[in-house]
């Protein structure tokens, strides 16, 4: 990393300037260890909860470290009410979508059971690791929020229908994304279906529900990981913060 821009961490503690922060195990030995960080050195921390500081490290031994909080970087804020919704593929695959989704700035990451999915075990730590790295390496001040597998079914079944939920549909029928994300203002959601597509059955579940909406993104079928990235790039372009104000 170049030393210009500063190594940024999230650190599960609570900031405020002048105050002293105890770095866990592991912290301290990827700052002393791996990034070869001596005492002084200057170091981003972010909180999910109080925004971004700048710290001084003090290394106490060659395996624990402090930091000193000098001062705000950056204020809290919350990345746009939106939550990517997908059927779980093979690991890399999966690793990807995480990664690229708290890019995007998804603010909630479901991991959702269809008929189709297959997938290996889902392990919500290794997701949650990687939001982690994803945050610390796009400058975001929150973490998204990973929730527990769940089936379409009981997803659907338990629906707050404040929020629109636009599922992205393989066979053509729905909406083009241009035109649906117009106006698809927070809070909402994005649904993926699997490799294998939804079923024929969830197909009709799905439009059979009144908050919900069809969106095609084109006459080619994309593959889920891609049809993720591509829905939220385009809600974030068209009607999220990519949008200067
Ligand atoms: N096996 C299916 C394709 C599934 S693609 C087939 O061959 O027809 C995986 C998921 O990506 C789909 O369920 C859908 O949610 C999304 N997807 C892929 N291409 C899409 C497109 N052109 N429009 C909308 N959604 C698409």
Redesign the pocket.
């Known amino acids: 990393m170049p030393k210009t821009s500063k190594i940024r961490i999230y650190a599960d503690v609570d900031l405020s300037v002048d105050s002293l922060v105890n770095l866990t195990p592991e912290q301290s030995h990827y700052l002393l260890m791996v990034m070869r960080l001596t005492a002084d050195e200057k170091i981003l921390v972010f909180n999910n909860r109080d925004g971004e500081f700048e710290c001084t490290l003090l290394p106490q031994s060659k395996k624990q470290a402090q930091l000193k909080v000098n001062f705000q970087t950056k204020k809290y804020e919350s990345c746009p009410d939106i939550w990517l919704m997908f059927a779980p593929l093979k690991k890399d695959r999966t690793d990807f979508v995480v990664e690229k989704a708290t890019e995007l700035g998804a603010s909630k990451i479901v991991p959702v059971i269809t008929e189709y999915t297959i997938s290996d075990k889902i392990k919500i730590e290794r997701w949650q690791a990687q939001t982690i790295e994803a945050a610390e390496q796009s400058r975001r001040v929150d973490l998204p929020q990973i929730d527990e597998p769940i089936a379409l079914s009981k997803l659907l079944e338990n629906w707050d229908s404040r929020r629109r939920l636009y599922f ?3 066979t053509g029928s ?1 909406t083009d994304v241009a035109t649906v994300f117009s106006s698809a203002k927070p809070p909402l959601a994005l649904l ?7 079923s024929a059955q969830e197909l009709n579940l799905l439009h059979s529900k009144p908050y919900a909406c069809a ?10 990981e891609t ?1 993720a990235m591509a829905s939220l790039s385009c809600w974030q372009a068209i009607c999220g913060d990519w949008k200067k104000e």
């Open positions: 992205m549909d393989e729905g993926i279906g699997p490799e294998g597509g939804f969106v095609s993104l084109g006459k080619r079928i994309l593959r889920a049809a």
